[in-house]
Nanobody
């Protein structure tokens, strides 16, 4: 399974971006797809996830109400729509796929497949 993330860039505070994660090698519907981010000097942190079964979504408190995860199974692609971006959202964003149990949805160790990361920079 391979994941290819794209869509990052340099934007101003308040702008929007949509990240994409194309999955190849397996069907997207076989996996939960999650987004994590890592800012310079900080640990990787959970951002959002869309579950494999039922499609329920979960978000970090810091992005709730601003970010939305979705997926297009026909295109084997997951998305992270990011609105009202803030400078503190600046980070490398990674998409991940896996089959975590409910209690591990926010744990990066629970995901076996990762994209290469895409840089999002939000200027004030």
């Amino acid at each position: 399974v391979q994941l290819q993330a794209s869509g990052g860039g340099l934007v101003q505070a308040g702008d929007s971006l949509r990240l994409s994660c194309v999955v190849s090698g397996r069907t997207l519907s076989d996996y939960a797809t999650a987004w994590f981010r890592q800012a310079p000097g900080k640990e990787r942190e959970f951002v959002a996830v869309g579950r494999r079964i039922g499609g329920r979504t979960y978000y970090a408190d810091s992005v709730k109400g601003r970010f939305t995860v979705s997926r297009d199974v026909a295109k084997n692609t997951a998305y992270l729509q990011m609105n009202s971006l803030k400078p503190e959202d600046t980070a490398v964003y990674y998409c991940a796929a896996g089959q975590p149990i409910l209690s591990s949805l926010r744990d990066y160790e629970a995901y076996g497949y990762w994209g290469q990361g895409t840089l999002v920079t939000v200027s004030s």
